[in-house]
């Protein structure tokens, strides 16, 4: 690192615990949610003046309810920073907050930013019914209130009905296309509850959550460390008779949020904190819709060329699990060992709040680098309507 680099670092992340749909975090409105988040996540460095942050970008999914109105502006006034500090909203749906570190990384080696707080929330239990408007006032009939939870919503009767397919039938066909077992999924997503509940066990994870208040939720509410193959063998399948894919094989509803501190290497000086990583790579790539679990495949393929390395120099993967069936449907189109992939847990025990996951996996994926000495390792994560993205980070204490 030089003083004149203007390379973006990590240096620190937080995050709440994630809370089941309708479980422990149900009654905490998501702009509370983020503002606990940003506030926890600037405890962590005191000798950072408030006023240094140059901007907030924050991920968000829905944005239909209490998230309404630029939920990042809003984190910024509830959590009392300077109202001179600006903040954005960012919805690239899952991958929202993953976007953010990519644009907060942008600003910095642009120079137009120095320090930024990148984000995002998501309460899917708080996510509202919504009404279409009618062409005329007073229609006769009936209205139907549509979910605003997750999945497709008011289709525009000009997209082709194969891109419009529920995100569980996108996935059942993924499986058909890459042949994909029941077993292997069910194995993934005992793995996945396992090494969660080890990592919590051996505190991996209790200096980057941060508590809500008045809430008894001390850690991720959907992990069950005591799931075995056997008892998800007996679910039911849920979006096909015959499919594979089952509410034990893929990521839960969920509520939580995630933030990540970026900043210039000679920010290190005002933040107060030496930096983790760097970001050194980023990529995107877009697909048909109904192969959005696969996209991650091609924007970490871009991600690490731009980096300058490839896979065999890659020590760390965190890989968000949406599905179990479309994670594997990626590490076998990689030239990766998969014993690397999400060490400390995934999306499928620890859940899956749309927009605060790609800050999660990004910051779990910096402390896991450090953790295991290792000097490369990417973040990914794919997209519902057909996108991907991915992050290298470089350990910068392994260089």
């Known amino acids: 690192m030089t003083r004149g680099d203007r390379s973006a670092y990590v240096y620190t992340a937080a995050r709440t615990p994630f809370g089941r749909f309708n479980g422990a975090l149900a009654s905490v409105r998501p702009d509370d949610l983020s503002a606990i988040t940003l506030s926890g996540l600037l405890a962590k460095t005191p000798e950072l003046d408030r006023e240094a942050v140059d901007e907030v970008v924050w991920g968000n ?7 309404n ?7 910024v006034l509830l959590a009392g920073l300077p109202v001179t500090t600006p903040a954005t909203t960012v919805n690239r749906l899952c991958g929202s907050s993953l976007d953010a570190a990519m644009m907060g990384s942008r600003s910095i080696a642009t120079g137009d930013a120095d ?30 209130a549509v979910s605003t ?12 009905q194969e891109w419009t397919v529920s995100l569980g039938e996108a996935n059942e066909q993924l499986q058909e296309k890459y042949d994909i077992s029941r077993d292997r999924q069910d194995a993934m997503a005992v793995r996945s509850h396992l090494l969660a509940a080890q990592a919590w066990e051996e505190g991996f994870y209790d200096d980057l959550v941060v508590p809500v208040e008045g809430v008894d939720l001390a850690r991720d509410e959907g992990i069950r460390p005591n799931t075995t193959a056997e ?36 920010a290190a000086e005002r933040i107060g904190v030496t930096p983790q990583a760097r970001i050194a790579g980023r990529g995107s790539s877009a697909l048909q819709p109904q192969l959005f679990g696969y996209a991650p495949v091609q924007a970490a393929e871009i991600a690490l060329r731009r980096a300058g ?15 179990a069936v479309q994670s594997l449907a990626c590490i076998d189109a990689w030239d990766v060992d998969p014993a690397i992939v999400n060490t400390r847990g995934g999306a499928i025990a620890m859940g899956h709040p749309l927009g605060a996951s790609g800050a999660r996996i990004l910051g779990t994926l910096a402390k896991v680098l450090l953790e295991r000495g290792e000097r490369w390792g990417l973040a990914a994560i794919c997209i519902g309507v057909g996108q991907g993205l991915a992050v290298v980070l470089e350990n910068v204490h392994a260089v």
């Open 309 to 323: 390395i490839t896979w065999a120099q890659v020590g760390a993967v965190e890989l968000n699990e949406a599905f």
């Open 149 to 160: 939870t997750l999945g497709w919503r008011f289709i525009n009767p000009r997209m082709p």
């Open 61 to 67: 999914a829905n944005g239909a309810g209490e998230d």
């Open 115 to 144: 320090i930024v707080v990148i984000g995002g929330v998501e309460s899917m239990t708080r996510a509202p019914w919504v009404l279409p408007k009618p062409p005329r006032p007073y229609p006769v009939g009936d209205v139907t």
């Open 231 to 266: 008892t998800l063998a007996g679910l039911k399948p849920s979006f096909r008779r015959d499919g594979t894919i089952t509410a034990g094989n893929a990521s839960p509803l969920s509520d939580g949020g995630a933030a990540v501190l970026l900043g210039t290497a000679a």
């Open 69 to 75: 109105r630029n939920v990042g502006r809003m984190a």
